[in-house]
């Protein structure tokens, strides 16, 4: 019904950059929240930064002033800048989006994520 297609993972030195990429698709009515999520070996899956569909923000203090979120509605991207990496942001970056997707003759929200892409940064 929906897919969530994620790009850009890769190795990055520290101090690097990376551009993520997270595409929706299927049954789309409307996308609200989208976001970024990321899980290291061994630690819980935390939230990077969220992007609501009027373009208000919101990241995790870690990721401030390195990490840019944004989103292109026409194409139902949505697209995480980071520059600055460090080692500790290894990890599979995940993305999410908050769909609303119509089911017979009603419309409901749907939390969906994506297969996660691996972002390795070496000191």
């Known amino acids: 019904q929906v897919q969530l297609v994620e790009s850009g993972g890769g190795l990055a030195q520290a101090g690097g950059s990376l551009r993520l990429s997270c595409a929706a698709s299927?049954?789309?009515?409307?996308?609200?929240?989208m976001g970024w999520y990321r899980q290291a070996p061994g630690k819980q899956r935390e939230l990077v930064a969220t992007?609501?569909?009027?373009?208000?923000?919101n990241y995790a203090d870690s990721m401030k002033g390195r990490f840019t979120i944004s989103r292109d509605n026409a194409k139902n991207t949505v697209y995480l800048q980071m520059n600055s990496l460090k080692p500790e942001d290894t990890a599979v970056y995940y993305c999410?989006?908050?769909?609303?997707?119509?089911?017979?003759?009603?419309?409901?929200?749907?939390?969906?994520w994506g297969q996660g892409t691996q972002v390795t940064v070496s000191s």
């Open positions: 999410n989006a908050q769909i609303k997707v119509v089911t017979g003759t009603s419309v409901r929200e749907v939390a969906y």
């Open positions: 299927g049954n789309i009515f409307t996308i609200n929240r």
């Open positions: 992007i609501t569909s009027g373009g208000s923000t």
